[in-house]
């Protein structure tokens, strides 16, 4: 069935860059997703991308789409504490989000 | 901007209870959602609702689950009788109109944390 995996844990120093990495199953997914989550909050969406894009940048953010490899990372520049979060990628299936495991993103000065 | 609210931020029961969750989705929104997030696990999909009417849902959504949209801006999730194992942070969310849904992402509450007992 479909699925999306991600590493669990990354930890970078603050002022580095950080990639987090997806990879996904369904080829017909329409759009991609990342979003974080805080300790006890819920998913802010952070951004997206639509599948027939390779790149999208927003400010910090850059997002990278490998569709022949279904891939997709999330560069965060100049990495700060408060970007320490869990980070879920998710594609779209039919009508709804299929969410990896998310990546546990600590920030360490 | 707009957003999705969810209450309560935390609800407490005891098992074998009914529980309402509830939910205001984003107002021009038409299309509504409720996923659950067991501690330390994936964001799992419950279910799905348009149109007055459930458009897909999961396995976990079960006879014991139900959905409804009692009036124009409300969403509700309601747990006959709740089990040990529905404890759990439930989300609501909402995407766009017709006119742009394929160009609309998907938006979340801050969640409701349910503790069965």
């Known amino acids: 069935g479909e699925d999306v995996e991600q590493s669990l844990f990354l930890s970078v120093r603050e002022g580095d860059s950080s990639v987090i990495n997806c990879t996904y199953t369904?080829?017909?997914?329409?759009?991609l997703y990342w979003y974080k989550q805080e300790p006890g909050a819920g998913l802010q969406l952070l951004t997206y991308?639509?599948?027939?894009?390779d790149m999208k940048q927003d400010q910090r953010l850059t997002v990278l789409l490998n569709k022949k490899d279904k891939h997709l990372s999330l560069r965060i520049a100049d990495t700060q504490t408060g970007d320490s979060a869990i980070y879920f990628c998710?594609?779209?299936?039919?009508?709804?989000?299929?969410f990896g495991t998310g990546t546990r993103l600590q920030v360490f000065p | 901007e707009p957003e999705v609210t969810q209450t309560p931020s935390h609800q407490v029961t005891q098992m074998g209870q009914e529980v309402i969750l509830r939910c205001v989705p984003i107002?021009?929104?038409?299309?509504f959602y409720w996923y659950r997030q067991i501690l330390g696990q994936k964001v799992e999909f419950l279910v799905s609702?348009?149109?007055?009417?459930?458009?897909?849902k999961s396995e976990i959504f079960d006879d014991q689950f139900s959905v409804e949209r009692p009036d124009g801006s409300n969403f509700t999730l309601k747990i006959r009788s709740t089990k040990l194992e529905d404890s759990a942070m439930y989300f609501c969310?909402?995407?766009?109109?017709?006119?742009?849904?394929?160009?609309?992402?998907?938006?979340f509450g801050n969640g409701t944390r349910l503790t069965v007992t």
């Open positions: 107002s021009n929104h038409l299309y």
């Open positions: 609702f348009y149109n007055n009417e459930i458009s897909e």
């Open positions: 998710a594609e779209t299936y039919t009508d709804k989000l299929i």
């Open positions: 991308i639509f599948s027939n894009m």
């Open positions: 369904d080829s017909s997914s329409t759009y």
């Open positions: 969310a909402s995407r766009g109109s017709d006119r742009d849904f394929f160009d609309s992402p998907l938006h």
